[in-house]
Structure formats: C-alpha cells, structure tokens
C-alpha cells in the first residue's frame, strides 16, 4: 500500500527554520542572543489560567504582571496573614491571586463605582483619562462567587474600612498585598496601613510604578508614594515587569 506523505515533520522543520531564522535577526540586531520568551518561564497551569481570562473584559495588566501575582501569591501562601488588593475595578488582577491563595482569606478593596475624585491630586496624578467606573460590587460579587473566603469592601480606601466591623481589621496581619490604585494619595495611605501589618517575608506589589512618562500616560504618583513612604527605610523596592514594584517585609 502506498504509504501516505506525512506533512507534519516538514511543516515542523519549515517552524523551525522560521524559529531559527527569527532568532539569527534578532541576534544580528541586539548583539546578543535572544530567546523567545514563550519557551521560558510560564507553567501549564498558569498558561491555562491566562487563556481563560475573560475576553473584553478590561484588564490592565501585562502577561508578565498577572503571573507576577500568581506566583507571588504562590510563594507566600504558607505564611500567616490575609491577603489583599486595593484597586480592583472588575476583578481582572485579583483572579491571578485568588486562583493561587489556597485557603487564604482575600480582601478586595474598591469604590467599585470609578475612580475617587477627591484623591486625584493636579500637580502628581496626571493619569486622570479612566475613571473605571464601569464596575459595580455585585458584578465583582458574582465574578468571584464561586470562590472561598473572598470578601469585597466598598469606599474610599481607608475610610472603608470603618464601614466592615465584622471583618475585624484591628487584628488583621497580611501575607500579600497588590495595589492597583494609581494615584499618589491612594498609594500612600494604603503603604500606611499595610506596611505596618505585613507579616515576615510577606510581599507588596504595586502595579504602574514604572511607566515611561508619555504626556497623559504615566502615573507618577504611584512611584512618588512609594519614595515618600520607604525614603529613609533601609527595604528595597524592586523593580520588576512590566510596570511592577515589589516590597518584601524584611524586618
Ligand atoms: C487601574 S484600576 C484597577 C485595575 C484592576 N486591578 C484590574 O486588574 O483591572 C484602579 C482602581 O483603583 C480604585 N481606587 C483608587 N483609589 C482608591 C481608593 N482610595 N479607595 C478605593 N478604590 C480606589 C479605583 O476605583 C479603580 O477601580
């Protein structure tokens, strides 16, 4: 019988070449060699999580960000403490932490009806374009409705806080905490309240600390918060992809 011509090993060979060529540009034109990143890094299960993120839902975050806060949460899940985010707008980030808290108690803070105007400072804040008020508690709600120990707190951060005597703040410890706020006094307050209330090793990671300063385009608040709260402190902030910053309580 005649045997039937089998396309896949060329075509893989064709991929190959087109790989090895792409590489030998790049390599010309950096200098140095080059690797693409799909081949580093990833895993299956964060690769399957990242596919399944909700499709025109609106998500600032880069690939490399999302997995920064899966496999943050990941790292330091054994420890004591809650975990947080501030800054939520629809759930986009905080399902990358939710999906590798375990059992963790997450705690979600937003207005979850737009930015706070009141926070937005003229002279530092001049990313003022969005005001991500295209959410709403009950969307949020029901986004993370088949998940344990999630607990949504609505207002203006910190204030908010006052409104949930029930979830017992005075005592609270955190293991992990993203903030995703974008302005310098949102910032600020929240490194207030949560730096203090880190546990040993315990991680905070900021979103948009490293913009490029386009006109309208950057957020220089976050990172002048960052300086004003740790400026003096002997803790790092490290700088990470894309935008990110991280803090690890050291001490
Ligand atoms: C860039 S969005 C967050 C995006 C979200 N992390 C995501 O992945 O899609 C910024 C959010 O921060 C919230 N925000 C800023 N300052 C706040 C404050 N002081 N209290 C509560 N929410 C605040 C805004 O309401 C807005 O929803």
């Not at 960000?65 to 330091?76: H, I, P």
């Amino acid at each position: 019988m005649k045997k039937y011509f089998k396309a896949e090993p060329y075509l893989r060979r064709i991929g190959l070449l087109g790989k090895l060529f792409r590489f030998s540009i790049k390599t010309i034109k950096d200098g140095t060699p080059v690797y693409e990143r799909s081949t580093l890094k990833y895993d299956g299960v964060f690769e399957e999580l990242f596919s399944r993120r909700e499709r025109g839902m609106e998500m600032s975050l880069t690939k490399d960000e999302a997995y920064t806060l899966y496999s943050g949460a990941l790292a330091v899940r054994h420890l004591e403490g809650a975990m947080a985010e501030v800054g939520v707008y629809r759930g986009g980030s905080a399902r990358f932490i939710c999906e590798a808290k375990g059992d963790k108690d997450l705690y979600l803070f937003d207005t979850f009806e737009g930015m706070p105007e009141s926070r937005i400072s003229a002279a530092i804040d001049t990313w003022q374009g969005k005001t991500h008020a295209t959410t709403s508690i009950g969307e949020v709600r029901s986004r993370f409705s088949g998940h344990k120990n999630i607990y949504l707190v609505k207002g203006i951060f910190p204030d908010s806080i006052s409104g949930y005597p029930e979830f017992d703040f005075g005592n609270k410890r955190f293991c992990f905490v993203n903030l995703d706020v974008d302005l310098y006094q949102s910032t600020l307050d929240a490194l207030e309240y949560f730096y203090p209330r880190m546990v040993l090793y315990g991680r905070i990671v900021s979103h948009n600390y490293n913009l490029s300063p386009i006109p309208g385009g950057d957020t220089p608040g976050v990172k002048a918060a960052f300086m004003k709260y740790f400026g003096g402190k002997s803790e790092a902030i490290i700088e990470i992809a894309d935008t990110q910053c991280m803090v690890i309580k050291s001490q």
